[in-house]
């Protein structure tokens, strides 16, 4: 059986913190195997040394003296301190030092270097997290399972209105416009755990979690409604189960949606106003007929009356004949006003190159729906022109939509719409060219590309390149259509606008208006 004093020297030896005992003068009296490989040193070369003579007074820091001179002398049971000395064999190393007043003085060092860097990492962490929190531009919220929330940075705040000291603590309703009456908004409010608002989580968030993000309304603090995108996962930390939304204020977003489906509302306009220009002949005629119709069926049944020719049945079917026709030609006229119907037009100064990345947007949904893919070459510089924005964007939607429909024609596995501009005419000129991979146009058809109703499309009435020629000589250009450059069964159409002097900045409108 072990003596109580040799156990004792066993359990020492085998502690893996460093053990030292000091005398009053502060010098060794007895020091553990693991306290020796710390610091590279051999019980006998230390017995009766200093502890701050050890390693050339790598110990001898002040805070350490203090303990050991002043605050144990002076009557302290215990202290405990850190200290970072560097070590020959090492370098610097972080050492909890706990110090006893027993028949010795007892020193316990531990070396939590390791412990040390990594909460240095997880506190670097951590604030590497909250600059990401504080900067990023969408709401980041946490709720527990019961809907409290439990986290609110700096983004919800400017979305809500809320400070962070006003949302924690506070439910997630509060967030829900008040119209919005539900089953699991009524848990949440309520407390109800039991079949409420926690059954609804269980069931409905993961089939949303780690999904697209999804629009929804939220409330902000002065209760005005607004759009959101809603994106939600799932946690869990030392509490539990924990849920987190990112949210992103969608309403300039819904504001530019609205504003594009204006500006495609107006271009509509504008095709129809266009399309009474270029069928005004066409219309004349068509008016011409009906009216010489009725004026002939109305002759023959006045020569009826006056010969006493032709039975009652044989007048009423000439009359209801007249009718027919004068009803066909108010017809035409109704249609020509309902096209005709709009507010004049503005020139006014613009950036060519700006106004088709506008019109390349509008269709951009469109394009990327087919898989259509898009080169663009417009430089970097302003090409100001002057002239009607609605009806030079009118044109540019013109050519790409009958790329895009060309392309769908021809069931290529390239699919590719590339738009090039150019300065030309010693700068006199811009040249705006788009090519597409598309079906190609028959040379059978090329002379009459821009002739008013013809078509080469099943469904079409003949009528946008006629209004975008139209468009662009108004404007002093020239439109045209060169099948196969570069690529046989390509179509690349070529439109040239003069370049307007700087001496007013683009966008500002000149009062003008176009007929």
Same mark, same amino acid.
Not at 4 to 27: F, K, M, N
Not at 249 to 270: C, G, M, P, S
Not at 354 to 371: D, F, G, K, P
């Given at each position: %059986? %072990? ?20 005398d ?5 009296? &007895? ?16 017995q009766?040394?200093?502890?701050f ?13 203090i303990?050991? +001179? ?12 850190? #200290? ?10 972080v ?10 003085v ?9 412990? +040390? ?14 600059? #990401? ?17 439990t %986290? ?13 000291? +006003? ?6 309703? %509060?967030? &829900?416009p ?26 409905? *968030? ?11 309304v ?11 995108e ?35 509302? $107006? ?63 108010? +017809?035409? *006229?109704?249609?020509?006003?309902? &096209? ?40 970097? $510089? ?16 013109? #050519? ?12 290529r ?25 598309? *079906? ?5 058809? &090329?002379?009459?590309?821009f002739?008013?109703l ?26 045209? *259509?060169?099948?196969? $450059? ?30």
């Amino acid at each position: %059986m %072990m003596r109580p004093a040799a156990t004792a020297e066993a359990i020492v030896d085998a502690l893996r913190q460093g053990l030292v005992a000091l005398d009053a003068s502060q010098r060794v009296v &007895m020091a553990n195997p693991a306290f020796c490989e710390m610091f590279q040193t051999d019980p006998t070369a230390i017995q009766g040394k200093s502890l701050f003579a050890i390693h050339d007074g790598v110990l001898d820091i002040p805070e350490l003296r203090i303990v050991l +001179e002043d605050s144990l002398p002076s009557g302290m049971p215990s202290a405990e301190l850190e #200290i970072r000395p560097t070590l020959p064999h090492v370098g610097k190393r972080v050492l909890r030092v706990r110090a006893r007043r027993l028949h010795h003085v007892l020193l316990v060092i531990d070396d939590i270097t390791e412990r +040390e860097r990594q909460a240095e990492a997880l506190r670097g962490s951590e604030a590497r997290a909250r600059a #990401i929190l504080n900067a990023t531009a969408d709401g980041i919220i946490t709720t527990d399972p019961h809907g409290v929330i439990t %986290m609110w940075n700096p983004a919800a705040e400017r979305i809500f209105g809320y400070t962070t000291d +006003e949302a924690l603590g506070r439910k997630v309703t %509060m967030l &829900m416009p008040s119209s919005q009456d539900s089953p699991q908004k009524s848990a949440i409010e309520h407390g109800d755990d039991h079949g409420g608002f926690i059954a609804w989580f269980r069931d409905a *968030v993961p089939r949303i979690i780690g999904q697209t993000a999804r629009e929804v309304v939220g409330r902000r603090k002065d209760g005005t409604r607004f759009a959101l995108e809603l994106a939600v996962s799932q946690f869990y930390d030392e509490k539990g189960l924990r849920f987190v939304g990112i949210v992103r204020d969608i309403t300039q977003r819904r504001h530019a949606d609205d504003d594009e489906r204006q500006r495609l509302a $107006e271009l509509v306009r504008v095709h129809r106003v266009s399309l009474v220009s270029e069928l005004g002949v066409s219309l004349a005629h068509e008016v011409s007929q009906p009216l010489a119709a009725i004026v002939n069926t109305l002759g023959v049944c006045a020569r009826y009356i006056r010969e006493g020719k032709g039975t009652k049945k044989d007048l009423l079917h000439l009359v209801n004949r007249a009718i027919n026709e004068s009803l066909r030609a108010s +017809e035409i *006229v109704r249609n020509l006003r309902e &096209m005709a119907r709009g507010r004049p037009l503005q020139r006014q100064d613009l950036d060519l190159r700006a106004l088709i990345e506008r019109v390349i947007h509008l269709i951009a949904r469109h394009r990327e729906r087919h898989h259509i893919g898009l080169r663009l070459a417009l430089g970097d $510089e302003p090409l100001p022109i002057h002239g009607s924005a609605v009806e030079l964007e009118q044109v540019i939607l013109n #050519i790409l939509q009958n790329a895009i429909e060309s392309i769908l024609e021809s069931r290529r596995s390239h699919r590719e719409i590339a738009i090039s501009l150019s300065k030309i005419a010693d700068d006199k000129l811009v040249e705006v060219a788009v090519r597409d991979t598309g *079906v190609g146009i028959p040379s059978s058809s &090329m002379e009459r590309l821009f002739e008013p109703l013809f078509t080469t499309k099943p469904s079409g009435i003949g009528m946008g390149l006629a209004i975008s020629r139209s468009i662009v000589e108004a404007h002093g250009g020239r439109l045209w *259509v060169a099948p196969g $450059e570069h690529n046989p069964g390509a179509t690349t159409v070529r439109l040239t606008v003069p370049l307007a002097p700087q001496t007013t900045r683009p966008g500002r409108t000149r009062r003008r208006n176009v007929a």
